[in-house]
């Protein structure tokens, strides 16, 4: 259509809403599906949260509040980062979104221009490129491998470098694979950035989803230079199954980016939603066994998908450390993710998510957010299925 804008017709839809959209859709037409494809925890958010919101609400809460958030969620982001992450912002650089995919938006909005390009490791979350995309940039592809644990090495970053680079998104722990990057890691990636002053946009939004030895780091933490290169990227739909919430941050200890991110911020969405926000607030001052327990629960779910995975012999993966995904490598079947996807769908009533809507069309991505009744019987299927091919 000749209305529509370059911009967004270089755009496709998202995959892991479709597919999530799809699977209700079924589900609406009284069909069961066994859900394995979106990113949302089937769990409720904590009471104390919703408490907090809706006392909120009672109060008043319910108008404008400046554009980047109350300053007690600010502050308390900042604290947070300080605490947990060991990343020193001022309040000033923390920006309130409405989710961190708007974040990670309003960041690529600030610092790309028309032809820049933006490195992105794949496989990738599946909204990068087409943020990229919708800034005027171009998204750089770097094919990572599992033998390398799906993450990028510093060389091949170095190669993946022209003049217009100017931008690298790191996604740790990261959907779809579930890698986590080291300290060490991540230093030998900065060096990168630093020696030639890329942006580092660090989406941290599984930060709290780490099973095992292997913890999160930012790469913010590592030193000054490089969390004046960082815009982080943290939110609450993951840690606190807040998905429907939508709320997130930016926060960064570059004050010019800082400003930029603000502007974006003013001119777009205003504030996110102010009642939600003094949910947020609960959130981050509250307990936090809860996250320990979901942690444990989601651990559980881990090691019975690898357990009924492991068996198939005409798949392979790579066991995932962190987030609440499984990337799993199907080439043997023959089939091109999509496809195969659909007939797992129609056939089955499983929905699982196409590895090509990753940057990876060999694959497909399992999400065990959910039920372990749920995950058993869509990998009894799953397993039917392979048996099949
Ligand atoms: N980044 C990654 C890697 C994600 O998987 C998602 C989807 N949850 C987001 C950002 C966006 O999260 P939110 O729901 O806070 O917008
Ligand atoms: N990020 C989640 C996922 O990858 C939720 C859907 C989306 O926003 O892409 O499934």
């Known amino acids: 259509m000749d209305s529509l804008s370059n911009r967004v017709q270089k755009v496709a839809p998202s995959a892991t809403l479709a597919v999530t959209n799809q699977a209700k859709a079924l589900r609406a037409k009284g069909e069961e599906v066994f859900g394995l494809a979106g990113g949302e925890p089937e769990m409720d958010t904590p009471d104390h949260i919703k408490q907090a919101a809706m006392a909120a609400l009672q109060e008043g809460k319910t108008k404008y509040t400046p554009s980047a958030g109350i300053p007690e969620l600010r502050e308390a982001i900042a604290a947070k980062l300080l605490t947990d992450n060991s990343v020193k912002v001022e309040t000033k650089g923390v920006c309130v979104t409405s989710g961190a995919k708007q974040a990670c938006f309003n960041s690529i909005l600030a610092l790309v221009e028309e032809g820049d390009e933006v490195i992105i490791p794949a496989p990738y979350w599946v909204s990068y490129p087409e943020m990229v995309r919708l800034a005027g940039g171009e998204p750089v592809i770097v094919e990572t491998t599992a033998a390398n644990g799906w993450k990028i090495t510093p060389e091949q970053f170095e190669e993946a470098m022209s003049p217009r680079t100017k931008m690298i998104i790191i996604n740790s ?20 950035a630093s020696y030639e002053d890329i942006i580092i946009l660090s989406d941290e939004i599984y930060e709290k989803l780490t099973y095992g030895e292997e913890k999160h780091v930012s790469i913010a933490s590592i030193d000054e230079e490089l969390a004046k290169l960082t815009v982080v990227v943290g939110g609450f739909s993951k840690a606190y199954s807040m998905t429907g919430w939508r709320l997130g941050y930016t926060a960064t200890a570059n004050a010019a980016i800082a400003q930029a991110l603000n502007k974006i911020q003013d001119h777009t969405s205003s504030n996110a939603t102010t009642f939600a926000q003094y949910g947020a607030l609960a959130a981050l001052e509250g307990p936090t066994d809860f996250i320990d327990e979901m942690v444990q629960e989601y651990d559980v779910r881990r090691q019975f998908v690898l357990g009924r995975l492991k068996p198939i012999t005409n798949i392979s993966i790579v066991e995932p450390k962190g987030a609440f995904y499984f990337f799993i490598d199907c080439t043997d079947l023959g089939l091109k993710s999509q496809n195969l996807c659909d007939k797992l769908l129609n056939r089955y009533k499983v929905a699982v998510v196409p590895g090509v809507a990753f940057g990876h069309d060999a694959s497909i991505r399992l999400s065990y957010c959910t039920t372990l009744d749920v995950i058993a019987e869509g990998l009894e299927r799953f397993a039917q299925f392979c048996d099949s091919h």
Request: no cysteine.
């Open 173 to 192: 722990p990261g959907n779809p694979t579930g890698a986590i990057y080291s300290a060490e890691e991540l230093k030998a990636l900065g060096e990168v």
